[in-house]
């Protein structure tokens, strides 16, 4: 089996520099380089913008069984605090299971900004209020059992996790149907996680900016709506077109939201 996320991008970044800094916390089971996009133009626009690897993640997804969102809380804690310290204007930008990190730091140590992108609080369907129960005789999922390798979304995700594979090989095919696992416990960490930050969701007083893509199908607008009439400070929602992956910022996600961003922090 072909290294995972071996490329540099997925590694965690540090770009630019002045009085902003904004942290960018990635989702799950994603890396930096899901974020690494807008940390480019944020800097490009006289920002620092800092992409951590969440513990467990990354090169290190065989570990990620063994971690817990206590892991990835206290990790994020750490180079949140590094921010503000050294900061004049400190922003929180969380994407996807990131934005679950990031309301349950903005309500302990909070941010001049709050920027959610596709925030996960809670799962869409029934499926996922049954994993404290799932979770104790189904041990792991295999989330590419029934993979189409013909499927160009498919392809492209894989690529991105290993980018060195010939996706064509059926060896590496059953390679990947087979090895390719996701503990169920682990899914329910961040189950737990997105719970804990939606509790949270109305001790968070400061300016927030709610992006959300129109056809996500993994963050439904609905939940992330929701979670916007939960938050006690001044909350700006916006939907745009596009899925789960807009804030990559590659087709079919056309739009940039680095402009959002930026009109949100100068604005207040």
């Not at 996009?37 to 951590?52: C, S, V």
């Not at 997105?194 to 963050?219: E, F, H, N």
Request: net charge neutral; aromatic share 8%.
């Amino acid at each position: 089996m072909p290294d995972f996320f071996s490329e540099p991008e997925h590694q965690p970044f540090q770009l630019g520099s002045g009085t902003v800094g904004a942290l960018l916390l990635h989702g799950f089971p994603g890396t930096p380089a899901e974020l690494r996009p807008l940390g480019k133009q944020l800097a490009a626009a006289g920002w620092a913008a800092y992409g951590p690897l969440l513990p467990g993640f990354g090169a290190q997804i065989p570990t990620l069984g063994q971690k817990t969102r206590h892991d990835w809380l206290h990790a994020a804690q750490t180079e949140w605090q590094k921010v503000k310290a050294a900061h004049e204007t400190a922003v929180l930008i969380g994407y996807s299971m990131g934005g679950a990190l990031a309301l349950n730091l903005a309500a302990q140590q909070p941010p001049d900004f709050l920027v959610l992108l596709a925030p996960f609080w809670r799962f869409g369907s029934w499926q996922g209020n049954l994993l404290p129960i799932v979770k104790h005789f189904q041990k792991t999922i295999y989330p590419f059992a029934k993979a189409d390798f013909g499927d160009t979304a498919v392809r492209q995700q894989l690529s991105e996790i290993m980018p060195a594979a010939d996706l064509d090989d059926p060896q590496v095919q059953h390679q990947i149907r087979t090895q390719i696992q996701l503990p169920t416990q682990t899914i329910d960490e961040v189950r737990l996680l997105g719970k804990a930050g939606g509790k949270l969701a109305s001790a968070i007083t400061c300016p927030t900016l709610v992006l959300q893509g129109s056809d996500d199908q993994v963050v439904p607008p609905k939940l992330t709506r929701q979670l916007v009439t939960r938050l006690a400070g001044p909350a700006t929602y916006r939907e745009l077109p596009g899925n789960h992956l807009f804030p990559k910022m590659q087709p079919p996600n056309p739009h940039n939201i680095t402009p959002d961003i930026l009109n949100f922090v100068r604005s207040g």
